[in-house]
């Protein structure tokens, strides 16, 4: 009995034991799925600021792919492959809100290399470490608004100095910037990313050499070619939105219509034209109007700075009036030769006898769109966009020299260094 006893009460204490054992893998179970509950939402939530950039910042066309896993959308933004280019303040301004944000406008804007992502530092500052990106973009004509990124740089990041606004408009002080910024992306022909405001680029056709050039010029008197004075009433036009500038360019216009007609649409004039507004995003809409009606047009910029040419001197070329230019920029390194005229030639006294001649002569005035049909204008700012984020791209992939830095940025955006102070017209 003694060993029965014992048997039994073994066997009873093996079912204890089985049934805390059960219990144990049943509660380990438990615990495990609470924590793998934890950790997916988890990674939803971390992941919702990053969804929400990808499908709100930019239009619904610059999306990345819906129909792809959340954990593969986010693999391609850390895939070191990539190139991570962060727009640190103010993203909305026109020179990058223009290219999009994400991947997916590299491939819209047929980059030849499209591997990197933009993103807006004020929509997901937590996507990223600001140590993670391999370029950070500073709008510097609004930096006065905020503050400098602060963080440890690493060797592989270009902090990049962007303006497309002439060093006489700066609101900071540009001496405080020695051995900070890396890059510059602006307006400058010797910016290391350029962003001009319109390009001219040669056709097969165009001429190589100055007798080339006077023999197409020449072939514009032929009767057969196109008359762009045909159907004009007006000699002058001018839109323009800021009335007194540092170029005095106002002082300037106001001698030159005491000679020859000259009418002014927009704020600082008594015209208007459909959709006219203080921004120079709405004026392609207006120089259709204009072209049908004046000869000449007066692109005048607010500052007389080194390579500031904006869109006043190329949306002109892609439309038929001559632009008469007053500005800084040495403008037969990008135009056509005989496309323009220079204002800075002539007093406006003489500048008006010019213009009367050439007025008067329709063979004098076609000679000046010769270039036409051997000449590519863009204007724009979707080019503008397009060509500068598509050239930082590639350029970040082809990186792979010594770290630059700018010891300073006095020489080249001190307007007493890059401007001509105008104390007069002439």
């Known amino acids: 009995m003694l060993f029965k006893d014992n048997d039994q009460s073994s066997k009873k204490n093996e079912s204890v034991i089985e049934v805390i054992q059960v219990g144990h893998r049943l509660l380990n179970l438990y615990f495990t799925k609470m924590l ?9 939530l ?13 239009l ?7 129909d792809k896993p959340i954990f593969d959308r986010f693999s391609r933004v850390k895939n070191r492959g990539n190139k991570t280019i962060l727009i640190w303040n103010s993203a909305h301004r026109i020179e990058t809100a223009a290219f999009g944000f994400g991947y997916q406008p590299f491939i819209q804007h047929g980059c030849e290399v499209s591997d990197c992502v933009v993103f807006d530092y004020a929509t997901t500052p937590e ?3 600001l140590e993670d990106y391999d370029a950070i973009i500073i709008h510097m004509h609004e930096l006065w608004l905020t503050q400098l990124p602060e963080f440890k740089r690493q060797a592989h990041q270009r902090l990049i100095f962007l303006t497309q606004e002439s060093p006489t408009t700066m609101p900071i002080d540009i001496t405080e910037f020695g051995n900070y910024f890396n890059w510059t992306m602006s307006y400058r022909l010797n910016s290391d990313v350029q962003l001009p405001y319109g390009r001219v680029s040669p056709r097969p056709t165009a001429p190589t050499t100055a007798d080339e ?10 009767s057969s070619t196109k008359n762009y004075a045909a159907n004009k009433t007006q000699p ?24 020859i007609p000259v009418d002014v649409y927009g704020e600082c004039g008594n015209l208007s034209c459909p959709r006219n507004h203080d921004h120079w995003l709405s004026y392609p809409e207006c120089y259709t109007m204009l072209e049908e009606k004046y000869k000449f047009y007066l692109s005048f910029e ?22 008469v230019v007053y500005g800084g920029a040495n403008y037969s390194q990008i135009a056509p030769p005989h496309s323009y005229i220079d204002a800075m030639d002539f007093t406006p006294e003489k500048l008006v006898e010019y213009l009367k001649l050439v007025d008067s002569n329709d063979t004098l005035y076609n000679e000046y769109f010769w270039w036409k049909d051997h000449y590519e204008v863009e204007a724009g700012v979707d080019q503008m966009a397009s060509h500068g984020f598509c050239d930082l791209c590639k350029k970040l992939h082809q990186d792979h020299g010594v770290n630059k830095f700018y010891t300073e940025l006095v020489s080249e955006w001190d307007p ?11």
Not at 37 to 44: C, G, M, P, R, S
Not at 248 to 258: I, N
Request: hydrophobic letters at 35%; one cysteine or more.
């Open 46 to 58: 971390t992941m919702v600021p990053f969804e929400k950039y990808v499908t709100g910042s930019n």
């Open 236 to 259: 002058v036009g001018w839109m323009v939105s800021h009335c007194d500038t540092n170029s005095l360019r106002e002082t300037y216009v106001r001698q030159l219509s005491k000679f």
């Open 213 to 222: 050039t006077r023999k197409m010029i020449e072939e514009t008197h032929l």
């Open 127 to 129: 996507l990223l470490p």
């Open 416 to 426: 007493n260094n890059k401007c001509k102070l105008m104390n007069s017209w002439k």
């Open 302 to 323: 607010n500052s007389i700075c080194t390579d500031y040419a904006t869109e006043k001197f190329f949306e002109i070329l892609k439309h038929n009036m001559i632009p």
């Open 60 to 66: 619904q066309q610059n999306n990345l792919s819906s």
């Open 36 to 44: 793998l509950t934890f950790l997916i939402a988890i990674v939803v």
